[in-house]
């Protein structure tokens, strides 16, 4: 407001635009090759034309990001903060392109300088900041705030390292460090957005002027948070908003230079790196809590920087600290970020000086947590000890917060004292622990599932008694969604561009719920060939895949079964290789002229294991030692191939889920909380066979119970039947005993490599239930290849089923956290 007019004129005079057309791109293309990269005509390269390709798009995203913050800012509403320690983006350019609908433009201006587009989006590496499906789930919610116009951010760390490449090396699983900063044209490093984080030192108590006693955090070590800014384009709107990423390094610049002068070069050259260490190593585990000392500091650095930005930006427009949460909604992804809970307390009481009550107020007012397992060895505890150390003011507050939490329980359940030892947020172990979702519950206003069974199932079990404190209502579910304008329009644009043409335009890419008019088409013969056919494409398009990196030769015609996803014994990877091995002796077993008449199948894994996690480790040795004898079988030929693909990650999944006709989602019942993959098979046009867990459930009841095929117990069963195997008597499915002794005889190799995969099973209880539903799931792959041999019924079961798929768009999902969590309106760019 306070700029002259003159000055703002000049502004305007030399603003830029960014390009449009054609020829625009062109020469943004050209500059940046010639002084940006330094190149020209003569050696510009396909990695050179993708970095060029990259920041012209860059140019345009930072303009539409100016402005979007610009608006946020002079509006002022209330915004969202996502906090996730993991984001699995995959790549950016094609998103950015189609995002922004410039991808034909630059497919025609690549062409004319000479390179294929295909090509070029192909050099850019994965943003592999994540795991697997909270990290995924993370990036498709940033694509729908921002295509949705919603205000929000992402914080999360800028890891050096993401998660591994996974090699494949005589069946074994190695893992390579992924260093994929190399060049990244998707970020903006703010060095001027710094924030100093603290670590260890005393608390000492002080009397201020008024009387009043207050805490003082002092000593310990300092390190420097830099803030490094990705644009997030959303589709067909102007809106983009911000994933900001957390870098450390060590405070005060590069190292210490009163170290350094008096000749302790080493050791300032130390403290340098061990600051850098924070923000140099994705946490490869999934599913799993392992308690180490720098996964606490990597959560605190991350929570403690964005919680400094969040109130910087709040105190800005002078509002009374009341109104703090009518600003504000931040959503714990996991509960990972759980200390900034503590951390905003901290920062009110200790820092702004407000009552304890008031603070808790505004904080619980401003927190929501989403809950992501009920496995227990995922649920995140940290030792009182080390929390002590790392943080002591903050161990200090979550005393406290426990404290005034189980006086209200035990006024409330004064009969009930058992209550209190299995609420308080300190478990009375050897050593301490503090449970960090108990922490994120009693903080919060909201917790939520990711799937109607799972929010069902946290309310029955592991937060039972939170139901009964705070009443049902604070808990809710949300069910998980994805965005289609990555796992529709752009991992399968023939597909995508089929339904646009039938529906008249591409309106179902912002709202889902569009697709049911497919539904008139199921039995439309000439759409069931357009259809078969890009299906079809689609795995030749994997097969060739298939043959490039891992040299098997599979047939497109086959019926391709795919299961993809971090490996884990919960999602029973190994149910399907027995029974992939119970096919082979089947196959072998049979005559040549009965063999004639099977169905051919493909079989394919991907998905990398922990790399502390042998049990997962020789799963995968299995499916490549069963890959290598059945590959080669002579009298099976075609029949049955079965492949393992290195290095799953999420420009793989875009070539692998529009190929598949049928995926395999066969967790354990009660154990997968959601699932997303599942939606994404599913909206590429495949059929699922899968067990009545996570979102298997509210896709079957959308697509109808005949489009899917469900097997197994129930999760209401599990329990029981776990306690049958460990006290009653436990007798192994018979076919499934035939398999481990096809193992056992030498058929896949040395049968030690895995005998103990077998005894999980018959000598250690069965946990994860794989004999029990051993009959029914190689029953109901019966049932699948005789469903395949219809073809026409088959595509119209695939039809109906993309159809009836619009519930699973993350579009939905972020409108009911938006409305039931967070209290946010969109705030379009049109009118400004
Ligand atoms: C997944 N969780 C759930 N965790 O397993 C899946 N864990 O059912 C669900 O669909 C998905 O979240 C999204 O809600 C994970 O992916 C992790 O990756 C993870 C990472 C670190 C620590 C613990």
């Given at each position: 407001?306070?700029?002259?007019?003159?000055?703002?004129?000049?502004?305007?005079?030399?603003?830029?635009?960014?390009?449009?057309?054609?020829?625009?791109?062109?020469?943004?293309?050209?500059?940046?090759?010639?002084?940006?990269?330094?190149?020209?005509?003569?050696?510009?390269?396909?990695?050179?034309?993708?970095?060029?390709?990259?920041?012209?798009?860059?140019?345009?995203?930072?303009?539409?990001?100016?402005?979007?913050?610009?608006?946020?800012?002079?509006?002022?509403?209330?915004?969202?903060?996502?906090?996730?320690?993991?984001?699995?983006?995959?790549?950016?350019?094609?998103?950015?392109?189609?995002?922004?609908?410039?991808?034909?433009?630059?497919?025609?201006?690549?062409?004319?300088?000479?390179f294929r587009i295909e090509d070029?989006?192909?050099?850019?590496?994965?943003?592999?900041?994540?795991?697997?499906?909270?990290?995924?789930?993370?990036?498709?919610?940033?694509?729908?705030?921002?295509?949705?116009?919603?205000?929000?951010?992402?914080?999360?760390?800028?890891?050096?390292?993401?998660?591994?490449?996974?090699?494949?090396?005589?069946?074994?699983?190695?893992?390579?460090?992924?260093?994929?900063?190399?060049?990244?044209?998707?970020?903006?490093?703010?060095?001027?957005?710094?924030?100093?984080?603290?670590?260890?030192?005393q608390v000492r108590k002080q009397t201020d002027d008024t009387g009043k006693t207050v805490s003082v955090w002092e000593g310990g070590e300092l390190v420097e948070a830099v803030a490094y800014d990705v644009p997030i384009p959303g589709y067909d709107t102007p809106t983009t908003n911000n994933l900001r990423l957390w870098s450390s390094k060590a405070s005060g610049g590069e190292f210490d230079f009163q170290k350094f002068n008096n000749g302790d070069y080493e050791s300032s050259v130390a403290d340098q790196q061990r600051a850098e260490t924070i923000s140099a190593v994705l946490y490869p585990n999934d599913n799993l809590e392992r308690g180490k000392e720098l996964r606490l500091k990597q959560q605190y650095f991350w929570v403690a920087a964005s919680l400094y930005d969040i109130v910087r930006r709040f105190k800005k427009s002078k509002r009374p600290w009341s109104e703090f949460p009518d600003q504000v909604a931040i959503q714990l992804n996991d509960t990972h970020p759980t200390l900034a809970i503590v951390e905003l307390q901290r920062i009110l009481v200790d820092i702004e000086g407000l009552a304890w009550d008031q603070a808790w107020e505004i904080v619980t007012s401003t927190f929501g947590y989403t809950n992501?397992?009920?496995?227990?060895?995922?649920?995140?505890?940290?030792?009182?000890?080390?929390?002590?150390?790392?943080?002591?003011?903050?161990?200090?507050?979550?005393?406290?917060?426990?404290?005034?939490?189980?006086?209200?329980?035990?006024?409330?359940?004064?009969?009930?004292?058992?209550?209190?030892?299995?609420?308080?947020?300190?478990?009375?172990s050897q050593p301490k622990m503090v449970r960090m979702a108990f922490l994120a519950i009693v903080g919060s206003h909201k917790v939520n599932g990711v799937a109607e069974l799972h929010s069902d199932l946290i309310k029955t079990t592991i937060f039972k008694d939170f139901v009964e404190i705070y009443g049902p209502d604070k808990f809710t579910n949300v069910t998980n969604g994805i965005t289609p304008r990555r796992w529709l329009h752009q991992a399968n644009p023939r597909l995508s561009e089929l339904i646009s043409s039938r529906?008249?335009?591409?309106?179902?890419?912002?709202?889902?719920?569009?697709?049911?008019?497919?539904?008139?088409?199921?039995?439309?013969?000439?759409?069931?060939?357009?259809?078969?056919?890009?299906?079809y494409a689609n795995k030749v398009?994997?097969?060739?895949?298939?043959?490039?990196?891992?040299?098997?030769?599979?047939?497109?015609?086959?019926?391709?079964?795919?299961?993809?996803?971090?490996?884990?014994?919960?999602?029973?990877?190994?149910?399907?290789?027995?029974?992939?091995?119970?096919?082979?002796?089947?196959?072998?077993?049979?005559?040549?002229?009965?063999?004639?008449?099977?169905?051919?199948?493909?079989?394919?894994?991907?998905?990398?294991?922990?790399?502390g996690y042998w049990m997962a480790k020789q799963i995968i040795h299995l499916i490549n030692a069963v890959g290598a004898?059945?590959?080669?079988?002579?009298?099976?030929g075609d029949l049955l191939k079965v492949v393992f693909l290195e290095d799953y990650n999420v420009s793989k999944a875009e070539i692998i889920c529009p190929a598949s006709d049928i995926s395999e989602h066969?967790?354990?019942?009660?154990?997968?909380?959601?699932?997303?993959?599942?939606?994404?098979?599913?909206?590429?046009?495949?059929?699922?066979?899968?067990?009545?867990?996570?979102?298997?459930?509210?896709?079957?009841?959308?697509?109808?119970?005949?489009?899917?095929?469900?097997?197994?117990?129930?999760?209401?069963?599990?329990?029981?039947?776990?306690?049958?195997?460990?006290?009653?008597?436990?007798?192994?499915?018979?076919?499934?005993?035939?398999?481990?002794?096809?193992?056992?005889?030498?058929?896949?190799?040395?049968?030690?490599?895995?005998?103990?995969?077998?005894?999980?099973?018959?000598?250690?209880?069965?946990?994860?239930?794989?004999?029990?539903?051993?009959?029914?799931?190689?029953?109901?792959h019966k049932l699948v290849d005789e469903a395949y041999r219809n073809q026409d019924d088959w595509v119209s079961k695939c039809i109906i089923s993309v159809a009836r798929m619009g519930f699973f768009s993350s579009d939905r999902c972020i409108n009911e956290y938006a409305e039931s969590i967070w209290n946010i309106e969109p705030l379009a760019m049109k009118d400004c």
């Open positions: 407001a306070s700029i002259p007019e003159a000055q703002r004129e000049a502004w305007k005079r030399a603003q830029t635009t960014g390009f449009r057309g054609t020829e625009g791109f062109e020469k943004e293309f050209v500059r940046h090759v010639e002084t940006t990269l330094g190149r020209s005509m003569f050696n510009c390269d396909e990695n050179a034309a993708y970095s060029a390709t990259s920041l012209a798009f860059r140019d345009r995203l930072i303009l539409d990001w100016n402005r979007t913050q610009q608006r946020q800012t002079y509006i002022d509403s209330k915004r969202v903060y996502y906090l996730s320690l993991e984001f699995l983006m995959g790549r950016a350019l094609d998103n950015a392109m189609l995002n922004i609908g410039l991808k034909d433009t630059a497919k025609v201006g690549l062409a004319d300088l000479g070029i989006i192909q050099q850019e590496h994965d943003a592999a900041l994540g795991n697997g499906g909270l990290g995924r789930l993370a990036a498709c919610f940033l694509d729908s705030l921002a295509s949705l116009d919603f205000p929000a951010w992402g914080y999360g760390l800028r890891y050096r390292y993401g998660i591994f490449k996974q090699e494949i090396i005589d069946g074994y699983q190695m893992e390579v460090p992924d260093y994929w900063l190399d060049f990244n044209p998707w970020e903006f490093p703010r060095h001027d957005v710094t924030v100093d984080i603290q670590f260890y030192g992501h397992t009920v496995l227990p060895e995922a649920l995140e505890k940290w030792p009182v000890g080390l929390v002590q150390h790392l943080l002591p003011r903050h161990l200090q507050i979550i005393y406290d917060i426990n404290l005034f939490f189980l006086q209200a329980v035990e006024k409330a359940f004064p009969d009930d004292r058992d209550m209190l030892r299995r609420v308080s947020i300190i478990e009375e529906l008249g335009g591409n309106g179902f890419l912002k709202d889902l719920n569009g697709l049911n008019k497919l539904e008139l088409l199921a039995d439309d013969k000439e759409f069931r060939k357009e259809w078969s056919e890009i299906k398009r994997l097969a060739k895949h298939i043959k490039d990196t891992m040299g098997v030769t599979v047939n497109p015609a086959s019926l391709f079964d795919v299961q993809v996803k971090r490996i884990h014994e919960y999602k029973r990877q190994q149910l399907n290789i027995f029974g992939v091995i119970h096919r082979y002796l089947a196959l072998k077993a049979m005559k040549p002229e009965e063999r004639k008449k099977q169905l051919p199948r493909v079989s394919i894994f991907g998905g990398k294991a922990a790399p004898v059945v590959n080669k079988d002579g009298d099976i066969i967790s354990t019942a009660g154990t997968e909380a959601s699932g997303t993959s599942n939606m994404k098979f599913v909206l590429n046009g495949g059929l699922i066979i899968g067990t009545c867990d996570g979102a298997n459930i509210e896709i079957t009841r959308e697509i109808g119970d005949n489009n899917i095929f469900l097997f197994g117990n129930l999760a209401e069963d599990v329990e029981d039947l776990r306690h049958t195997h460990t006290y009653g008597s436990h007798t192994i499915d018979p076919d499934l005993d035939k398999v481990f002794k096809e193992i056992e005889k030498g058929t896949f190799g040395t049968p030690h490599d895995f005998s103990a995969m077998i005894a999980a099973v018959r000598d250690h209880g069965d946990y994860y239930l794989v004999s029990d539903d051993f009959h029914s799931y190689i029953e109901t």
